[in-house]
């Protein structure tokens, strides 16, 4: 889920800011009061203008961000998706048909996409729109890393993501972020444009909300993130319903044995070792982890 979670993030960051420069340039140049200042007395911001705006803003970026998530995936992660009806390896036949046997244990009524992507990182992950347009794929270096019974529990738990729904509440949650970033990031660089001189103001609140607008966002994914680390706990039960609790706790142990391995061997800032650092014991940057330590999520599903 991290990854995936991770460019549905930075995609909605890019999508806020274009929608921002672009009704900025709008109203510029069309004389729209785009800035929702007043005039009145104190601070002059018409909150409930500014209000709807943000909301209307904030679900749109996330919305499409969540529609573009699928598509921006497979671009990003260079992604071969597998045809059932093509010429497959074995070792990407049995992926597909792992994939497609747990979705309908899971009461999936659509078949995710199925695809491997090149990366010696043993990772996996789910995304789309919807459950009818997700997709799971795979990293090569899980599929060269992992056992057959640890490879099915990592596909259980990202098929438990899409059984779950969880880029849609995700979504949901990051229009709820992204509501509250615009509103902020516009009061503030209202206030702050207010020390420059009349003639530059304009340039230096559109500055500021673009600044202010990432920074918020980027303390927002603390949240998003949060939560994020909440829905594993949940994908992990999920993905033992589907492939067997003994196969989900292989497949959490096996993970854990390859960062063990990673920290251990490799002092290099690979990505694949950085990968799984972030999801461990890291201080701050747990923080923004987007999941649980592995010591965690094995003892919790250990206690079912």
């Given at each position: 889920?991290?990854?995936?979670?991770?460019?549905?993030?930075?995609?909605n960051?890019?999508?806020?800011?274009?929608?921002?420069?672009?009704?900025s340039?709008?109203?510029?140049?069309?004389?729209?009061?785009?800035?929702?200042q007043?005039?009145?007395?104190?601070?002059?911001?018409?909150?409930?203008?500014?209000?709807?705006?943000?909301?209307?803003?904030?679900?749109?970026?996330?919305?499409?961000?969540l529609?573009?998530?699928?598509?921006?995936?497979?671009?990003?992660?260079?992604?071969?998706?597998?045809?059932?009806?093509?010429?497959?390896?074995?070792?990407?036949?049995?992926?597909?048909?792992?994939?497609?046997?747990?979705?309908?244990?899971?009461?999936?009524?659509?078949?995710?996409?199925?695809?491997?992507?090149?990366?010696?990182?043993?990772?996996?992950?789910?995304?789309?729109?919807?459950?009818?347009?997700?997709?799971?794929?795979?990293?090569?270096?899980?599929?060269?890393?992992?056992?057959?019974?640890a490879?099915?529990?990592?596909?259980?738990?990202?098929?438990?993501?899409?059984?779950n729904?969880?880029?849609?509440?995700?979504?949901?949650?990051?229009?709820?972020?992204n509501?509250?970033?615009?509103?902020?990031s516009?009061?503030?660089?209202?206030?702050?444009?207010?020390?420059?001189?009349?003639?530059?103001?304009?340039?230096?609140?559109?500055?500021?909300?673009?600044?202010?607008?990432?920074?918020?966002?980027?303390?927002?994914?603390?949240?998003?993130?949060?939560?994020?680390?909440?829905?594993?706990?949940?994908?992990?039960?999920?993905?033992a319903?589907?492939?067997?609790?003994?196969?989900?706790?292989?497949?959490?142990?096996?993970?854990?044995?390859?960062?063990?391995?990673?920290n251990?061997?490799?002092?290099?800032?690979?990505?694949?070792?950085?990968?799984m650092?972030?999801?461990?014991?890291?201080g701050?940057?747990?923080?923004?982890?987007?999941?649980?330590?592995?010591?965690?999520?094995i003892?919790?599903?250990?206690?079912?």
């Open positions: 889920m991290g990854k995936r979670l991770l460019l549905l993030i930075v995609t960051i890019l999508v806020m800011t274009t929608i921002v420069i672009v009704w340039l709008i109203t510029t140049y069309t004389g729209i009061n785009g800035s929702f007043t005039g009145a007395p104190g601070i002059g911001i018409d909150f409930i203008a500014l209000g709807v705006f943000s909301l209307l803003v904030g679900f749109s970026g996330a919305f499409i961000s529609a573009m998530s699928r598509f921006v995936a497979k671009m990003m992660m260079k992604v071969k998706i597998l045809d059932p009806d093509g010429n497959l390896t074995h070792e990407e036949r049995t992926v597909l048909e792992k994939v497609h046997r747990l979705s309908r244990a899971a009461g999936l009524a659509h078949m995710p996409q199925v695809g491997i992507y090149p990366s010696a990182e043993v990772n996996a992950f789910a995304t789309g729109p919807s459950k009818k347009r997700s997709l799971v794929a795979v990293s090569q270096g899980l599929l060269n890393t992992m056992d057959d019974d490879v099915e529990g990592v596909i259980a738990h990202e098929v438990a993501h899409v059984a729904g969880d880029m849609v509440t995700m979504t949901l949650l990051q229009g709820v972020i509501t509250f970033v615009v509103f902020f516009r009061i503030v660089a209202i206030i702050v444009s207010r020390f420059a001189r009349e003639e530059l103001q304009w340039i230096v609140q559109f500055a500021a909300i673009i600044i202010f607008q990432i920074l918020f966002s980027i303390l927002g994914s603390l949240v998003v993130s949060a939560y994020s680390r909440h829905r594993e706990f949940h994908a992990d039960r999920g993905g319903d589907l492939a067997g609790r003994d196969k989900m706790a292989h497949a959490l142990r096996s993970l854990k044995a390859y960062v063990d391995r990673a251990v061997h490799d002092r290099t800032n690979d990505s694949a070792v950085q990968t650092k972030i999801n461990g014991k890291g701050v940057m747990r923080l923004f982890s987007t999941h649980p330590d592995l010591d965690e999520r003892a919790r599903l250990e206690e079912r």
